[in-house]
């Protein structure tokens, strides 16, 4: 674990979830014949109504276990993407969210220890470990992220890793 103190620490708004979050509270069946513009306008709506209108770029969701359960529907993780979460933080995913977030470029970290977060609360993602460290010091530890998934979602997703694969910057 890094116990060393960032210098330039990159601090993250929390929005606090609980558990089961599905894919219809991420990416609404109601809009799903609309674009993503449209499907952000809504996400997360029903459980935390002001969400899209003030989610910031590099916001993080703090969430409970199953995070993203339900259907296979890409929006759910795309939507985040589009409106700038910069992390999801959960004990646990559905399965295809999982995958979908890392192919649409959204990091999404495992973590037991998230009940001391609150709404909110700034907290930043400390390298190289992903370990998170709050504005009062206290570390929370991660699981490893695959090395192949984390530089998958820094590329931007499976297209921009397999474009920068196929033609790497000179």
């Avoid at 929006?75 to 985040?80: E, N, T, Y």
């Avoid at 991660?142 to 192949?148: E, T």
Wanted: hydrophobic letters at 45%.
């Amino acid at each position: 674990m890094n116990t060393s103190k960032p210098e330039h620490a990159l601090w993250h708004k929390v929005w606090r979830l609980g558990d089961d979050v599905d894919t219809d509270a991420l990416a609404p069946g109601a809009y799903m014949q609309h674009g993503i513009e449209v499907i952000g306008k809504h996400c997360l709506e029903h459980l935390l109504p002001r969400f899209a209108q003030d989610v910031r770029p590099g916001d993080v969701i703090v969430a409970g276990c199953n995070f993203g359960i339900g259907s296979s529907r890409e929006q759910a993780a795309a939507v985040l993407v589009h409106l700038g979460v910069a992390a999801v933080i959960a004990p646990s995913y559905g399965g295809l969210f999982f995958r979908n977030a890392f192919n649409l470029g959204l990091v999404l970290l495992t973590c037991g220890q998230l009940d001391s977060l609150e709404d909110e609360e700034q907290l930043c993602v400390v390298e190289p470990d992903l370990s998170l460290r709050t504005r009062s010091g206290a570390e929370l530890p991660c699981d490893p992220v695959p090395g192949f998934l984390l530089q998958m979602a820094r590329a931007g997703g499976l297209l921009a890793s397999l474009k920068l694969r196929l033609h790497p910057p000179n």
